[in-house]
Nanobody, 124 residues
Framework: QVQLVESGGGSVQAGGSLRLSCAAS??????RGWFRQTPGKEREGVAA????????YYIDSVKGRFTISQDNATNTLYLQMNSLKPEDTAMYYC???????????????????WGQGTQVTVSS
């Protein structure tokens, strides 16, 4: 059973930056992504990356501000978040799934592995 552990969340002012990390307990040649959730709302896919890192995907609201990347040597997934806005405030989760098809931002039910989440709070 692969475990995912997020870190890097915190509190920043609007316009600031944070870098989230997601360490995997084993090598994962998987589709991987970042989701976020605020109380009372559905979990929202934010970004995704293919196993080889060759393709990345973002929702419109974070394009140009967030960058997803991975280091397969250390089994770590990253989300660099710049120009943060108060509406980016949420619990952020990393997720992974082994699949042969598309690695876009998949529906959350398709992801098999999830981290415990890390809180990001952006103040205005």
């Amino acid at each position: 059973q692969v475990q995912l552990v997020e870190s890097g969340g915190g509190s920043v002012q609007a316009g600031g930056s944070l870098r989230l990390s997601c360490a995997a307990s084993a090598y994962m040649h998987y589709c991987r992504g970042w989701f976020r959730q605020t109380p009372g709302k559905e979990r929202e896919g934010v970004a995704a990356i293919t196993p080889d890192g060759g393709s990345t995907y973002y929702i419109d609201s974070v394009k140009g501000r967030f960058t997803i990347s991975q280091d397969n040597a250390t089994n770590t997934l990253y989300l660099q978040m710049n120009s943060l806005k108060p509406e980016d405030t949420a619990m952020y989760y990393c997720a992974a799934v082994s699949r042969s098809g598309s690695c876009g931002i998949l529906p959350q039910y398709l992801y098999r592995y999830w981290g415990q989440g890390t809180q990001v709070t952006v103040s205005s």
